[in-house]
């Protein structure tokens, strides 16, 4: 095995929380509280061992105690959006030129937004006026996550939706009747126009035996005046008044990750997910099963990442890195 071969498999997604993170051209070594820094460092130590055996799920024993997997190549994407690709209604420079590559190459991507207000055809216009052309089939939001878990638990159900376009109209497409007369759920989403009469309408419901579903955990919204309540703080609100936790489908849960690779037909070992928060995207996209990479464009910062019990595969400044290399983002 090659000493390039041996580092990919150091950083690879199944060794991900005792790997040692890239942070541009620099290697930093594995964090304090690595949970398997032994099978790392073997991995390291015997680079120069031979390949013994092949054993299933992509592991491979090198030498004696030495467990490692071999590194994936990268076949398709998941980005997030805001923070990532766009500021609001600014393009991130070099996003363009990320995306143009995904294309040129026919790498299958699909964008990300944890955002439930509009639906795909409204976020590529607005996409599109940032200088972003993106076709609405390679957008995911938490409105379609919601529903594609709604039609696999409960095809053909009822909800009373408090929410927008975004929301309601994914739920109309899986045939999901949208009523406040014994629904089956209450589905919260983002909205610019919560009213009080419709909170009470949800708590009732919820009191009597509706279960309770909210698109995104986000407590808060970036505007240019500051921050925005939230589905997660209005569902909060909810779970104050009833003493019931809503079921949140969007990012952390991976559950958005696997039903977005699934629209794709992409496997977890061969996709990297991009994205700008350690607590949401870079979660969500390790538990499940992705290599990931955190751009500093957004929220979450380099020294952000000490932070937490888990690492990303990669740093990088920003999305702009990743062109050029978007089939081997990963090689030296
Ligand atoms: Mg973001």
Known sequence: MSSVRARHTAVSDHSQRGSAVREGSHRVGPPSNTFAPTIVNDALRCAKGRIDSVLPHGLRRIADNC????AEPILS??????GVLVHEDHLVPGADEFLAELRANATPFLVLTNNSIRTPRDLQARLRHTGLDI???????????????????????????VGE???TTALH?????????????VVLGETRNYSFEAITTAIRLIERGASFIATNPDPTGPSRDGSLPATGSVAALITRATGRDPYYVGKPNPLMMRSALRRIGAHSQSTVMIGDRMDT?????LEAGMRTILVT????????VEAYPYRPTMVLDSVADLVGRTKAPFAD
């Open 281 to 285: 995207d870079v979660i969500s996209g």
């Open 67 to 70: 467990l490692v997997t071999e």
């Open 297 to 304: 464009t957004g929220i979450s910062t380099r020294s952000s």
């Open 165 to 167: 376009s975004g929301l």
């Open 135 to 161: 076709p609405e089939e390679a957008i995911w939001t938490s409105a379609l996550a919601t529903a594609t878990f709604l039609n696999e638990q409960r095809p053909n159900g009822t909800a009373y939706v």
């Open 173 to 185: 497409e899986i045939g999901y009747v949208l009523t406040d007369s014994e629904p089956d759920y």
């Open 77 to 82: 994407y998941l980005t997030d959006m805001d």
